[in-house]
T-cell receptor, first 115, second 115 residues
Framework: EAEVAQSPRYKITEKSQAVAFWCDPI?????LYWYRQILGQGPELLVQ????????DSQLPKDRFSAERLKGVDSTLKIQPAELGDSAMYLC?????????????FGPGTRLTVL | AQSVTQPDIHITVSEGASLELRCNYS??????LFWYVQSPGQGLQLLLK??????LVQGIKGFEAEFKRSQSSFNLRKPSVHWSDAAEYFC?????????????FGKGTHLIIQP
């Protein structure tokens, strides 16, 4: 069964360092989402891509976060510099196309700890 | 803006007993509603969804949910829980249509199963 792949699964870094997370969506899925899940909370959308274009990044802290999906396939989320409050699970999801009626399939996530 | 409230942070149920997890939403139009389950080390898995039509929807793993517009609720139920149902459960609402369609999640309910 096709799955969303994410790496690394765990990342520990010191504050002020740069970190990057990678996501490979299910093959053929045009829409890709990055969510952040703080411990004890539900996921919050950071950014949505349709192919290589950003559809929604209204909740992305653009002073330190950036995301790209250059060829419309895999995606990278970067934080520079990392802050203590960035410690969270970063989830990637994909769907066959935009539209809430299309199921979003989630990857296992990258757990980030900032020391 | 849409929002989701899950009033119960933790729920403890005996194995074999029935289960109901509460979810209330706030959204101006007809909502797209979802329940997801998250097990430790796993990504989010869709249990069921409601878009329109029959207000009682069936999902995977024996779960069902009922949409009640008058109460702005979408409660999740299962007649008999199994130890493997222990997990975090998230209710989510989507805006529908195309374009920006990231989901808004509640804070989750942690389900504990007693033997």
């Amino acid at each position: 069964e096709a799955e969303v792949a994410q790496s690394p699964r765990y990342k520990i870094t010191e504050k002020s360092q740069a970190v990057a997370f990678w996501c490979d969506p299910i093959s053929g899925h045009a829409t890709l989402y990055w969510y952040r899940q703080i411990l004890g909370q539900g996921p919050e959308l950071l950014v949505q891509f349709q192919d290589e274009s950003v559809v929604d990044d209204s909740q992305l802290p653009k002073d330190r976060f950036s995301a790209e999906r250059l060829k419309g396939v895999d995606s990278t989320l970067k934080i520079q510099p990392a802050e203590l409050g960035d410690s969270a699970m970063y989830l990637c999801a994909s769907s066959v196309a935009a539209g809430t009626y299309n199921e979003q399939f989630f990857g296992p996530g990258t757990r980030l700890t900032v020391l | 803006a849409q929002s989701v409230t899950q009033p119960d942070i933790h729920i403890t149920v005996s194995e074999g007993a029935s289960l109901e997890l509460r979810c209330n939403y706030s959204y101006g139009a007809t909502p797209y509603l979802f329940w997801y389950v998250q097990s430790p080390g796993q990504g989010l898995q869709l249990l069921l969804k409601y878009f329109s039509g029959d207000t009682l929807v069936q999902g995977i793993k024996g779960f069902e949910a009922e949409f009640k517009r008058s109460q702005s609720s979408f409660n999740l139920r299962k007649p008999s829980v199994h130890w493997s149902d222990a997990a975090e459960y998230f209710c989510a609402v989507g805006r529908g249509g195309g374009g920006a369609d990231g989901l808004t999640f509640g804070k989750g309910t942690h389900l504990i199963i007693q033997p």
